[in-house]
């Protein structure tokens, strides 16, 4: 399996600001997905992000509010604009594996004052 | 639209055997993931089973699928302190290729 660091691992943000997680795989991967988990809930995912072609989003997430990059087959970054403290979360990145599987990363812990 | 529950929480004793389970709408579901989360931590891949399998045993756990029944659960043998954690069930959806998450099920596990 995949090994995926995330940056930074944990971080506490003022409203208004905006924040840039990096996630970084071991190996070279087609597809990275971004998710976030609020406190005590499940995941949901935000976008998939392809090497090469505009990042696709999820019902309820925008582009100017989650915007990605992936420059290469090994990074992607996403970013959390214009903070409130209801974007305090998990954001937790992953790649595809064998049989459809998704490995995750270690996960960024965002809160927002 | 596809929704996966499971039951909030399960305690169990040192030794004895948990299960967790998890039900699930989306009938053209092809594959089925066993996830743990430790506090702190990420989501680590546990297990998985294809949808035209019954059942899948990999060391002290085993995969049972009653796919009539959409029903998945998860059995831990000799449940030890160290799988206290979250263990969320997901599966990938027929029609959008995505994973869809349950609810999650704390095991506590007593000494």
């Known amino acids: 399996s995949a090994v995926i660091s995330q940056k930074p691992s944990r971080d506490i943000c003022q409203r208004g600001t905006s924040l840039t997680i990096q996630c970084q795989v071991d190996?070279?991967?087609?597809?990275m997905f971004w998710y976030r988990q609020q406190p005590g809930q499940s995941l949901t995912l935000i976008a998939t992000a392809n090497q090469g072609s505009e990042a696709t989003y999820e019902s309820g997430f925008v582009i100017d509010k989650f915007p990605i990059s992936r420059p290469n087959l090994t990074f992607s970054t996403l970013t959390v604009s214009n903070m409130s403290p209801e974007d305090s979360s998990i954001y937790l990145c992953?790649?595809?594996?064998?049989?459809?599987?998704?490995?995750f990363g270690p996960g960024t812990r965002l809160t927002v004052l | 639209g596809e929704d996966v529950e499971q039951s909030l929480f399960l305690s169990v004793r040192e030794g004895d055997s948990s299960v967790i389970n998890c039900t699930y709408t989306d009938s053209s579901s092809t594959y089925l993931y066993w996830y743990k989360q430790e506090p702190g931590a990420g989501l680590q891949l546990l297990t998985y089973i294809f949808s035209n399998m019954d059942m899948k045993q990999d060391q002290r756990l085993t995969v049972l699928l009653n796919k009539k029944d959409k029903h998945l659960s998860l059995r831990i043998a000799d449940t030890q302190t160290g799988d206290s954690a979250i263990y969320f069930c997901?599966?990938?959806?027929?029609?959008?290729?995505?994973?869809?998450f349950g609810t999650g099920t704390l095991l506590a596990v007593q000494p």
């Open positions: 992953s790649v595809d594996g064998v049989a459809d599987t998704q490995y």
């Open positions: 997901a599966v990938l959806g027929g029609a959008t290729n995505k994973l869809i």
């Open positions: 190996s070279q991967v087609t597809m």
